[in-house]
């Protein structure tokens, strides 16, 4: 009699063992730093047969919970498709130091960093950020997210208090998934004004002005309107820096491997004049723009300047002529008083290639250039006063 009892206790307690039912809970943080819990992510539940048992959503305080789990040991399986935030130079840049040698990375940094998804950190990550990510726009095959992984046990542990997420390339840190946005706008300023026509070929200089003196790299987004002008052609600086021109928009990308000079100029573009406008600003600058300073962070505050576009006169002022050119070209414009000017000649890459002093009275002016020395190519033909360093003249000049 005892023995059936004894044996009716065991098949009771194993009856309740097997079918009862537990809560799991934890939380996911962005880094890791319960600061930051990441609301809206998926967390599921799968069995240790590879089957889901359980999917839910974490709420507005980054915390899950399952009820009537049963008993055994399951993955905890995150994922999320919440937008990505946009990457620059800045995560290039730490990547590069890591590589180097001169940055740590922690775990979590680590797991963002692998944005080719091969399972280590390594120059093919540097390079995919730099080239196919910020110039071509290509997604990091990693994908957008990526989180721990954990294990719970039921009856034992009722879940993991603090699952790490990190975006994608956002080794930094510098995202918080709460709506902060980290991209900046940027007024765009008349450098000069240039004169152009129908069909004219002009070059545009896109200048960055900040109170840093040294840079260590820079990501350019410069968008246009396809209708009002043709881009022909991109000059970048920088020793190795890489552009794209695709769906109306210019992508430069650079990262130096140390600090260099600030540069003023960063880029050219050839453009041809499909429907010319007054005070028409070519190049409008994207907001994922930036510069890095001496550290590799993001600089604040930076102005960005290009020139205006006004109409031609169609009666033969303000113009270069014949253009393209083989030896000799004559500049016409209106001089409003008498002046000193700075003619001055540069190539595509913005080096000053010649300059000639010269001295005009108010009025008409035509001015002889002779350009037999010049190589073929693109050429911008600029006219300064000597005493107020003012451009009253800049041109495309097109040297056959």
């Known amino acids: ?133 910020f110039i071509y726009g290509e997604e990091f095959p990693a994908g957008i997210w990526v989180f721990e992984e954990t294990q719970v046990t039921t009856g034992v542990t009722h879940g993991n208090d603090g699952v790490g997420g990190i975006l994608i390339g956002q080794f930094d840190g510098d995202f918080i998934p709460t709506g902060r946005d980290l991209l900046d706008h940027f007024d765009t300023y008349p450098a000069h004004r240039i004169e152009a026509g129908r069909q004219e070929v002009i070059t545009i200089p896109v200048y960055a002005r900040t109170t840093e003196t040294q840079m260590t790299g820079y990501g350019l987004v410069l968008d246009y309107d396809p209708a009002v002008v043709e881009v022909l052609g991109v000059d970048v600086a920088g020793d190795g820096a890489g552009f794209a021109v695709f769906d109306n928009h210019i992508r430069i990308s650079w990262v130096s491997d140390g600090p260099t000079t600030l540069i003023d100029e960063l880029a050219r573009v050839q453009f041809k004049m499909r429907q010319p406008v007054n005070e028409y600003i070519p190049l409008q600058i994207g907001s994922e723009s930036h510069l890095l300073d001496t550290k590799g962070q993001r600089i604040p505050r930076i102005e960005f300047a290009i020139p205006a576009v006004n109409t031609a006169n169609p009666a033969m002022t303000d113009r270069i002529y014949p253009n393209p050119v083989i030896h000799e070209a004559y500049v016409r414009f209106e001089a409003e008083s008498d002046m000193q000017l700075n003619l001055q000649i540069t190539d595509a890459t913005g080096r000053l290639v010649r300059t000639i002093q010269t001295e005009v009275r108010k009025g008409l002016q035509e001015l002889p250039v002779t350009v037999n020395e010049l190589l073929p190519g693109y050429y911008m033909l600029s006219l300064q006063n000597r005493h107020t360093n003012e451009y009253i003249f800049s041109r495309t000049l097109i040297k056959q």
Do not use: C
């Open 1 to 133: 009699m005892r023995k059936q009892v004894l044996s009716f206790v065991i098949l009771t307690l194993m009856s309740v063992s097997l079918y009862a039912q537990y809560p799991v809970t934890g939380s996911v943080w962005y880094h890791k730093n319960p600061e930051y819990p990441i609301p809206g992510v998926t967390v599921q539940l799968w069995n240790e047969s590879g089957v889901m048992i359980a999917e839910t959503i974490t709420d507005t305080e980054g915390v899950y919970v399952f009820s009537d789990i049963p008993a055994g040991t399951f993955d905890v399986i995150i994922t999320s498709d919440l937008p990505g935030v946009a990457i620059t130079m800045q995560e290039a840049m730490t990547l590069y130091q890591y590589l180097e040698g001169a940055v740590e990375l922690n775990p979590m940094e680590l797991m963002a960093a692998d944005v080719d998804g091969s399972g280590e950190v390594d120059m093919d990550d540097f390079l995919f950020v730099v080239n196919n990510y």
